[in-house]
Structure formats: structure tokens, C-alpha cells
């Protein structure tokens, strides 16, 4: 016993004793229900689960097929931007440019568009090409300048605005596409929009990239430790590139598919997409494989979509306030759960 009586320092319960089975017992059964519920690994799963029931059972139009047409059309391009976040972020670099990128190609097929004859697809190579390059010289901000890439893509993501109010006068643009690419956007096949397709295939291609590639198995190694990766032959500086690089190509591709859902540029289309973009991939980083993951940020986007979805039919209201605040919670739980899992 300490000093006055107290219990040893450790034992909250006078009555627990070091080693005894009872507790020892106790504290295994509830760690056991924890990890056989799956809260760990599969709470967005659950998340959406319990809002097509609550929602589902009080209001009628939540399961339409109006509702999830609206829910997986529109949250296509976000899914993309989160997965344009999500390959640096899993060697560490946090690309805060990605709205940004996203803005910068649907600006330039629109400009090309209205300005040039060149054909829509051609405009989308060339938007595409171009934030490329803004991924490059944010990779050589970050590796050969030494700059941390959460500055360096934040100074990046400004100038490209700067870039995008210069091109369009910081005036709205509206463009006049063929119904063929304002087709590509906007049909769906059995009721499924066409851009989920869109979105399944490249999911697809970057899980496998980053599950059974050396080029996934050299990004997860550098954001894991990088000097133990450099030491082991890793060209962490190359990877950290590379995969900035890859960033910027698929942001364009989100504001390219933008462009075939609505020929309409702002300015501040694209930095809206930062934030439920980056909610989706740290709430998603706590599910299935308990790291950056490209199921995991889809399952996590869509369910707080359709939380968002039913908030929005239940009072016409919420569609104001329910996105921001179940983005904000998610992001605390996220965290929470990321630093509840290192500190075990």
C-alpha cells in the first residue's frame, strides 16, 4: 500500500490486486467483445448501417432510387479528390493542393473550350498534363527544396488559385460542350451513374498499385519510417515525387469528370472539395487495414453522405449545417481512433 493507505500507483480499484485472474479475466473479455464487434476496423461500415436504418425506417424517399443516384453521382468527384489525397498520404506528404488542381483542370477545358477549337478531350489531356506539372513542382518543393509539404502545398494550392482568377477573369465560366461529353457525365446504366464506373476502375487500378506493387509496398515503407526505408534502398525523395505527381494527375481527372457533370467554373469550386475529401481519407485510414486505404475512404465518403442525405429529407434545413458537422465530427473521431491505435 502507499502512503495514507492509498492503493499502489496503477490500481484505480483497491480490490484489484496485480495478477489477478478475476480482473485480468475482465479486462481480456471486454478487449475480446472490442475486437469481435469490429469497431476498430469496420465503424464506418456500422456508421452506415445505422443511418439507412434510422433513416430509411422515418423517411420514405431514403430509399429511392432518386436518393442514391443523387448520393453516388454527386460524390464521385469528391471520392476522387480523396483519393488524389490519399497516395502521398501514404508516405507521409499531405497534399493540401488538391482542390486546388482540381479547380486548375476544370478551369482549363473550360477556357480551351470557350476560347480555342480544340476538342473536349484533347482540352482534358492537356488540363490533365498541366497538373502533372503542379504535382512536379510540389514534389520539388517538398524534396529538393526541403520544404514541409503541408507549407509547400498550401503555398502551391494558392498560386494555382491565383493562376485560375487570371485565366477567368474571376469571372464565372460557363462552357458549351457536345451532349456526347456532357453525356459521358451525366448518363447512368441501370439507374447507376455513369462516373461510378469511372470511379470503380481507377479505385481499382490504386488498390492494386498500392496492396501489391513494389511501388505501394516502397510508398507505405516511407511514410512508415523513412530513414529505415532509405537505409533499405528506398529513393524515399523519387517515391514522395512520384506520388505527388500521381496526386496532381488525379485531381485532374476529378475536374475533368466535373466538367462533363456541369460546363460551370468558379473560383471556389474546387478548394470546397479539400475537406470532405481529407475527412473521407482519415476516417477511412481507420478502417479494414488501419491505414491509408482506397476501400476504406470510399466506404467512409458515402457513409456520411447518405448521413448527410437523410439529415437533408428529414428537415429541409439540415441541408445547410449536416455536411460541415458530420465532417467535423468524423475528422475528431478519425484522429481519435488513429492515436487511440498507436498509443496501444
Known sequence: MGRGGEPPAGLSDPHQQIGDPAASEDVRTRRTWYELSGLSRFSALYLWAAFTLIFGLTEPAFFTSTTLTLVFGQGVVTCLVALAFLVPL????YDLSVGAVMSLALCLSIYFNLHTGIPAGVSAVIAVAACAVSGAVSGFIVVRMRVNSFIATLAVSQVLLALVILLSGNLQLVGSFSNTWSNLGNSTVKSIPIPDFYLLVIALV?????????????????????????????????VIWLSLIASG?????????????SALF??????GYLFPAVTAVFLGASQFSQRPNVWGTLIA??????????????????????????????LVIAVGLAVRRTSR
Open 90 to 93: 501514404a508516405a507521409e506528404v
Open 206 to 238: 490504386l488498390w492494386f498499385v498500392l496492396e501489391h506493387t513494389p511501388a505501394g509496398r516502397y510508398l507505405f515503407a516511407t511514410g512508415g519510417n523513412i530513414e529505415a526505408a532509405r537505409l533499405s534502398g528506398v529513393a524515399t525523395g523519387r
Open 249 to 261: 494527375v488525379i485531381s485532374g481527372l476529378a475536374g475533368i469528370l466535373y466538367s462533363m457533370r
Open 266 to 271: 468558379t473560383s471556389s469550386v474546387g478548394p
Open 301 to 330: 465518403y458515402f457513409a456520411l453522405a447518405f448521413g448527410v442525405q437523410g439529415l437533408a429529407l428529414y428537415a429541409s434545413s439540415a441541408s445547410a449545417w449536416s455536411q460541415p458537422l458530420f465532417e467535423g465530427v468524423a
